[in-house]
């Protein structure tokens, strides 16, 4: 099997080319390249992904969208790529090696703040060079959050098989999913769970993380904190 970077190696003389090639002829492969390169990335095995950079999957994905705009228009072509980062996220999120789980709650961060700038720049009619990042070009509020919701990321974050470097990232979901009006008393229960029989430096960091996302949430959900604060022995 080709690795990323023999992928992408295959795919640069074609997106070169891109401007030379007729449409139809584009056409008849970009659909079938798609499949073939996506379902190459989704096939992985865990030995695979301990061993490849999750950048240059990323820029796979990216020579997809160039070939895909030639054939559909920018905003077909990004949500193709950009609901497949997020399923190539889920990927490394769910992968028994910490960094590539890392990597994969990491990236699922940076879609959100992509789509945060997008939206932005939706509501205020601002130029994309205000930002350093590059905005979504598809991705919205509505869809992210369905998303996170329907993948259970929080459960992901916080459950029992998680680790404190991600639970440690996962501020940003939480304000979020508050924001959207979404993120329950189970989710919050679970993120307070998640400092049971663990130590000191994991505990601090659930503690630290209620604390930043305490201003967006409910008057419920902050009475339900205090009333697990208050069931707390301290010696």
């Given amino acids: 099997?080709?690795?990323?970077?023999?992928?992408c190696a295959h795919l640069d003389p074609l997106v070169v080319a891109r401007l030379y090639l007729s449409e139809n002829f584009i056409a008849t492969i970009v659909v079938a390249l798609r499949e073939q390169v996506f379902g190459r990335i989704m096939g992985m095995g865990e030995a695979e992904i301990k061993s490849t950079d999750k950048n240059s999957i990323i820029v796979v994905i990216y020579r997809i969208k160039d070939l895909l705009q030639i054939v559909l228009n920018e905003?077909?072509?990004?949500?193709?790529?950009e609901t497949f980062e997020l399923e190539m996220a889920l990927k490394l999120l769910t992968s028994a090696t910490l960094i590539r789980r890392m990597d994969g709650i990491?990236?699922?961060?940076?879609?959100?703040?992509?789509?945060?700038?997008?939206?932005?720049?939706?509501?205020h009619?601002?130029?994309t060079?205000?930002?350093?990042?590059?905005?979504?070009?598809?991705?919205?509020?509505?869809?992210?959050?369905?998303w996170l919701l329907k993948k259970d990321i929080v459960a992901r974050l916080y459950g029992e098989t998680s680790?404190?470097?991600?639970?440690?990232?996962?501020?940003?979901?939480?304000?979020?999913?508050?924001q959207m009006n979404v993120l329950t008393l189970s989710h919050i229960k679970m993120l307070w769970n998640h400092t049971k029989g663990k130590h000191e430096a994991e505990v601090?960091?659930?503690?630290?993380?209620?604390?930043?996302?305490?201003?967006?949430?409910?008057?419920?959900?902050?009475?339900?904190?205090?009333?697990?604060?208050?069931?707390?022995?301290?010696?």
Avoid at 106 to 123: C, D, G, P, V, Y
Avoid at 131 to 144: F, G, K
Avoid at 163 to 178: M, N, P
């Fill in 75 to 81: 905003s077909q072509a990004a949500q193709i790529t």
């Fill in 125 to 127: 009619s601002l130029d």
């Fill in 163 to 178: 680790h404190v470097q991600l639970a440690s990232r996962g501020d940003e979901i939480l304000k979020f999913l508050a």
């Fill in 1 to 7: 099997k080709m690795t990323m970077r023999e992928v």
């Fill in 204 to 235: 601090s960091s659930i503690y630290e993380t209620v604390a930043r996302i305490s201003s967006h949430l409910t008057e419920e959900q902050i009475e339900f904190l205090f009333e697990m604060l208050r069931k707390i022995h301290f010696k």
């Fill in 129 to 146: 060079d205000d930002y350093d990042v590059p905005t979504a070009e598809w991705m919205n509020y509505e869809y992210l959050c369905q």
């Fill in 106 to 123: 990491s990236h699922i961060n940076l879609m959100l703040e992509r789509t945060h700038q997008r939206e932005h720049l939706l509501k």
